[in-house]
C-alpha cells in the first residue's frame, strides 16, 4: 500500500470491497463475450474503433454475388487500344499523328455487332458472359498523377483526404468478413509495394485505412511463390512449425501475467496466432500452390505473372476468398503507362491477359461460380494520341514521343493520359450477359456520349452486387464516412440482370 | 416541472436577462416566464435531439431557421397561430393538454418583443464546456507524490480500491521502454535488484533521461507520427512536401521546452517548415484539403484536440466550430486573401483571419504572413492558454498509461475522468517551462505510474470508464523491432534518416544501435503498425491482427532476422548450457527469470545441444509471446 494513509482506504472498506466484486463479476461476464468473439473472429475494443452508423444499415437484403475479383490494369489502359475501337491508322512513316485513334483494328465479338479490338481474341470470345462498360468517366484532376487516379479508383476519394481512407477491398472485409475463415478476405496480387517512384503513393490507398490492419490486404506481389506466404517461413518445417505453436501455446498460458490474460491485447495475440495457424495448418492452403493446378490448365493462364495471377485468384474464389485483385502491376512507365512506344507495349499486355481472363471467366463459368462471382475488369483512366486530360484541361503533357508525325515505331502509340472516358468489363455475380452499357464519340474528343458511369457509381455496383449499401457508412472521429463518396453513389440498374 | 439544468439558477442569480429589443412592449422575463411555458408544452418534440416536423427549438437561431415565429409579429408567426388553433392537422402541441391563457399570452408577448433568449441558453443538453485557460487547483492534504493525492482522492470518491505498486523488474522494464523504447539488459536489471538506495526508481529515471540519444530515438516516433513526418512517402515525388527530421531530432536531443518547439513549427525557419506547409499532390485538390485548410486542421488537432476536419467543408454537425473558423486559422498561412469554398463551392466571401479563442487574444489580418505567424506561434504558446497544456499532458499520460484523462487525445472537449489531475499536470508543465523530459519525471515518479495495470479496464471508451491504473500497452512496432534487434544484434548498420554526427547512446553497448525509428519502414514494421504518416496520427492501433500474426510466421523479414539472431546468440552462447540460455533469454526479453515449468518446456525446444534450429525455434517463440510484445 505504500504511500496511501490508511485512514484514507479504510474509511468505507465495505463499499469499497463491494464494488470490487461487482467490478469482478462485470469482468467475468465480459471474459466470457470476448471469449466468443474471438471464436467468431471479431475484435471491437479497440481505440477509436469505427461505429456502424445508427440509421443506415450496410447491408442489402439480396446481393448477387459473394465473392469479387478485380482484374486491375494499372497505368491506363487505353479504351481505342482495348475495348472501344475506333478508326486504325496502320503504322506509316511519315504517317501524321492527328489521324490515328486507334492502332489496332476491329475484330468482332460473341455479341453481335460489338467488336473489340485485335490481340483480345479470347476475351471477345466470352464478351457474351458479360456487360462492357464504354462511359466509364474519371474527373479532372489537372496534372496527371497515375498513383492519385488509383487512389480514387480504390477507395472513392481523391487524396489527400482527412481520415485514411480505406480501400474497397478493405470495406468487403469489414462488413462481409471472409467466406472462408481460414483465408484472408482482401488478397492483393501482383503489385510490388517497394522500390519504385510511386511505391509510397500505391502504399497509401492499398490499405483498409481508418478501419484497421484487420481488414487490410493480404499481399501476395509474385502469384508463383503465393505458396510461400501461407506456410512457415523458409526452412522451418512442418514439424518444427507444429513444435514452435505447441511450446508458444504453453508458455503464452503460464508466467505471472495471468490475471492479465483477460486483457484485450493478449486475446487479441492469442486470436491471431490461431488464426494464423490455421490458414497454415488447413487443407485450404493448397488453393494457394497454383503449382497444383493441373500442367494443361496451368499452361493456358501462364502468359506470365499477370495470367499466373488470375489462376491464383480462381483458386481462392473457389477456396473462399471475398475479394481479390490481380493487377497487371503499377510501375511508372511500364505495362499499360505507355509514354512512347504505346502500340507494341500493348500488343505485348494483350498476349498477357487475354487467354488468361478469358480461361477465368470459363472455369468460374465450369465449376457454377460465375452467377455468385463478380469478375471486374477496370483502370485508372484511358489515353489518346492528341488530348492529355480532357479537352480544356490545364494537366501538363508528359507524353515521352511527342512527335507530329510517326518517324519511327516508338511514335506510335496512345502515349496522352485522357480522362474523358474509359472501358471497363463486369462479369458474373448478377451483371447482365452480352451488354454494351454507354457509348464515346467516333471522333476524337472520346468523350462519353451516353450513360456516364462515374467511379461512386461504378463502385455503387460493384458494393450492391456483393450486397452492400452504396451509402453504408462508419462513423470515424465523430464524423460519418461512407462506403462511396459522401454515399452518394448509385447502382447502374441497367446493368443488372434483374432490377434491384 | 422537473427541475432546471444548474446552469439556470447561475442565469438567474446573475439576473442575465437579454434586453427586448423593442422599448414600447412590456418587458418579457425570458428564463422565468417563457421557458417553463416552452419545457412544459414543446421541448419533448421540438428539443434537444427530437425535432419534429424537423423544428429545433433549442436555440434561438434554430427557431428562426424553422420559421416559426417571426420576432415582433405574434400574429403572423406560426407558434402562435398553432396554439391557437383547433384543427387537429395543424394544433400544437397536438396531443395531450393545450395551452392556457396565461401561457398563450406569455409567448405571444415574447414573440412580440422580439423573441428576446438568453444568449447563453440552449435547450440542448449542454455537453462538458472545457476550459481555455489555466485554473489553479488545490492538493489534498498529505505529503505524497501530488498525482498520488489527487488519485487517492478520485479513487476513494468512486469507492475503488487503492493501486498496487509493481515489482523493481516490471519497473525497470515499463519505464525504459517508455523513456527510451528499450528494454534493460540482464546485468542492469540485476544491479537494480540489489541496490537498496530508497530513491533507486527516481534515480534510474534521471539515468534513462541523460540518455540523450536513446531518448531522442523514442521519442521521434512519437512527434513523427503527430507532426506526420517522414523520410519518404507521398507528396516528395513532386516537391510538394518537405521533412522537418533535421529539426525536429536535435530538438529532442537537447529536450528542447514544448513551448518554443512549437513556436519554431507554426513561425518556421526553413528546416521545420515541413509541418505547415502540408502534403500537396500533383494536380487539382479539393477546397477543403489544400494546404492552408491542412494547416489549420493539424494546427487544431495536435495542440487542441479540436477536430477542424469537418469546419473545413462546412459547419461542423458535431460541436461548435464553424467553417468561418476553420478558414480564419487558414487564413493566417494564406500567402493572398483565401476564399471561403462551402463543400468545395466558392462562396465569394473571404477568410477573416482570427484564433480559435479570441479571450486569448487576436491575430492582425493586416499584418505580414511572417508577422501573423509569429503571432499565432504567441497565442498558441501564450502564458493563458491552458488548452495548450492540457492537450499535451493528455497524450503523455495516454502514451504512459494507455488512455488519457480525457479521452480520445484528440477531443479534448470530452470530460476529463478528472479534471483536477488534468488541470494539476497543465499547471505543472508550465510552470515547469513546457519541459518535456520534467514532466515525464514527474509522472514516472508517482506511485499511481508505477502501478500495477488494471487487469479488470472494460471498454476504455465508454463514457463509464474509471482509472484504476495503467493499462496494458501493446509495444509500438519501433519498439518490437528495437528489442528483437537488440536481444538478438541484429539491427541494421546504418540509418535512412538523414542524420549525422549523433552521439552515441550511453549504457551497455548491447543499447547502442540504429534504432528503428531511424530507417525507412517496411512491410513488417507496417503490419505491425508503423503508419504511413499520410494523416496526423496520434495514437496507434491496440489490436494485434491476423495478417500480422501471419507475416511474423512466414515472412521473411521476421524470418532472417532470427536465423540472423540464432546464429549471434549461439557464439554469446557458446560457453553455457540450455538451461543458462533460457535463463538469458528470459531475462533479456521478458526481464525476468522463467518459472521451473517455463524453463522445462523452453529446454524441450532447445534439446540438448542446441544448433541454429532449436535457437531459432526458442526465440521466435518467445517474441510472438503477448508478455514480449506488451507493456504490463
Sequence with gaps: MGDFPATRISTDWITIMKNHIERMKRLTARRQFLGEMAAAGVATLGLGEPMVLANESPLLPKATADCCILLWMGGGMAAPETFDPKHYEPFEIGLKADKIVSTFPAIPTAVDGVQITAGLENIASVLNRGTLVRSHRMPDLGSILHSRHQFHWHTGYVPPQTVAAPHIGAWMARFLGPRNPAIPPFINIGQRLEGHGESEELKAFTTAGFLGAEYGPFNIPFPEEAANSVQPAKGVTPQRFESRMARWRELAKSGPLGEKMSDFHRESVVRSMENAHRLLSSRDRDAFDIHKEPKEIYDIYNTGRFGQGCLLARRLAEAGARYIEVTTEYVPFLHWDTHENGHTTVENLKKQIDRPIAQLILDLEKRGMLDRTLVVLATEFSRDMMIEGVPGSAARDQSRAKSDVMLEMKHYGLHRHFTGSCSALLFGGGIKAGYVHGATAPERPLLVTKDPVSISDMHATIFTAMGISPKAGLDIEKRPFYVTEDAKGRAVEKMFQRSL | ?632
Design chain 2, 1 to 632: 416541472m422537473k427541475c432546471l439544468p444548474m446552469f439556470f439558477y447561475m442565469i438567474c442569480a446573475k439576473q442575465l436577462f437579454s434586453a427586448a429589443l423593442f422599448a414600447e412592449t412590456p418587458k418579457i422575463d425570458f428564463v422565468h416566464e417563457v421557458v417553463p411555458v416552452l419545457k412544459k408544452h414543446c421541448a419533448s418534440c421540438h428539443t434537444n435531439g427530437t425535432y419534429k416536423g424537423s423544428l429545433s427549438m433549442d436555440t434561438r437561431e434554430a427557431l428562426l431557421k424553422g420559421k416559426a415565429a417571426i420576432p415582433g409579429n405574434s400574429k403572423n408567426s406560426e407558434i402562435i397561430k398553432r396554439i391557437h388553433s383547433s384543427n387537429a392537422e395543424d394544433k400544437m402541441p397536438p396531443k395531450g393538454s393545450v395551452l392556457d391563457d396565461k401561457e398563450k399570452q406569455i409567448l405571444a408577448r415574447w414573440v412580440n418583443a422580439g423573441l428576446p433568449w438568453e444568449s447563453s441558453f440552449s435547450f440542448k443538453i449542454q455537453a462538458y464546456m472545457p476550459p481555455i485557460k489555466f485554473r489553479p487547483v488545490s492538493l489534498p492534504a498529505g505529503n505524497g507524490h501530488p498525482i498520488d493525492r489527487l488519485v487517492n482522492q478520485y479513487l476513494q470518491g468512486g469507492k475503488s480500491m487503492p493501486l498496487k505498486k509493481i515489482g523493481d523488474q516490471e519497473f525497470y522494464r515499463r519505464a525504459s521502454m517508455d523513456l527510451v523504447g528499450l528494454l534493460p539488459t540482464p546485468e542492469e536489471l540485476a544491479d537494480f535488484a540489489v541496490n537498496g538506495d530508497s530513491q533507486k526508481r527516481e534515480k534510474l529515471v534521471a539515468k534513462l533521461l541523460a540518455d540523450k540519444r536513446a531518448y531522442a530515438d523514442h521519442w521521434m516516433s512519437f512527434f513523427n507520427d503527430i507532426l506526420r513526418n517522414e523520410y519518404k512517402g507521398t507528396g516528395y515525388i513532386d516537391g510538394g512536401r518537405k521533412q522537418i527530421t533535421q529539426w525536429l531530432y536535435p530538438s529532442l536531443l537537447e529536450n528542447k521546452s514544448y513551448d518554443l518547439m512549437v513556436r519554431e513549427l507554426v513561425n518556421p525557419k526553413p528546416e521545420a517548415e515541413g509541418f505547415i506547409k502540408g502534403i500537396k499532390w500533383r494536380g487539382n485538390v479539393n477546397a477543403s484539403q489544400v494546404t492552408e485548410l491542412q494547416f489549420s486542421q493539424n494546427i487544431s488537432q495536435v495542440f487542441f484536440g479540436v477536430n477542424m476536419k469537418c469546419a473545413s467543408c462546412h459547419d461542423s454537425f458535431i460541436d461548435t466550430w464553424k467553417l468561418d473558423d476553420a478558414y480564419a486559422l487558414a487564413g493566417i498561412v494564406s500567402d493572398k486573401p483565401l476564399q471561403i469554398f462551402k463543400c468545395d463551392k466558392a462562396t465569394g466571401n473571404y477568410a477573416k483571419v482570427r484564433f480559435l479563442w479570441p479571450e486569448l487574444g487576436n491575430i492582425d489580418a493586416n499584418a505580414s504572413k511572417e508577422k501573423r505567424l509569429e503571432q499565432l506561434a504567441g497565442l498558441i504558446t501564450s502564458p493563458e492558454n491552458g488548452r495548450f497544456a492540457r492537450t499535451m499532458v493528455n497524450r503523455y499520460w495516454q502514451r504512459l498509461f494507455g488512455r488519457g484523462i480525457v479521452h480520445p487525445v484528440d477531443v479534448m472537449a470530452n470530460k476529463p475522468w478528472s479534471e483536477e489531475l488534468l488541470d494539476y499536470l497543465a499547471n505543472y508543465f508550465k510552470e515547469n517551462q513546457y519541459d518535456l523530459k520534467k514532466l515525464l519525471a514527474h509522472i514516472v515518479a508517482s506511485n499511481t505510474y508505477q502501478a500495477m495495470v488494471d487487469p479488470h479496464a472494460e471498454d476504455i471508451s465508454a463514457d463509464t470508464y474509471v482509472f484504476h491504473g495503467p493499462l496494458i500497452r501493446r509495444l509500438s512496432a519501433e519498439q518490437f523491432m528495437d528489442a528483437v534487434w537488440m536481444i538478438t544484434g541484429t539491427a541494421p548498420a546504418k540509418m535512412d534518416a538523414p542524420l549525422k554526427d549523433l552521439p552515441e547512446a550511453t549504457g551497455p553497448s548491447a543499447r547502442k544501435l540504429t534504432r528503428a525509428v531511424l530507417v525507412h519502414s517496411n512491410l513488417l514494421m507496417r503490419s505491425l503498425g508503423r503508419p504511413n504518416r499520410e494523416q496526423v496520427v496520434t495514437t496507434r492501433a491496440e489490436i494485434f491482427t491476423t495478417l500480422e500474426a501471419l507475416d511474423l510466421t512466414t515472412g521473411s523479414i521476421f524470418n532472417d532476422t532470427i536465423n540472423r539472431g540464432a546464429k549471434n546468440m549461439l557464439e554469446q552462447w557458446k560457453m553455457k548450457t540450455p538451461d543458462q540460455m533460457v535463463s538469458d533469454l528470459f531475462l533479456r526479453s521478458l526481464s525476468r527469470e522463467p518459472s521451473a515449468e517455463e524453463k522445462a518446456k523452453a529446454m524441450e525446444l532447445l534439446g540438448s545441444k542446441p544448433g541454429l534450429d532449436q535457437v531459432a525455434d526458442l526465440l521466435w517463440v518467445i517474441f510472438l509471446l503477448p508478455e514480449f510484445q506488451l507493456i504490463g
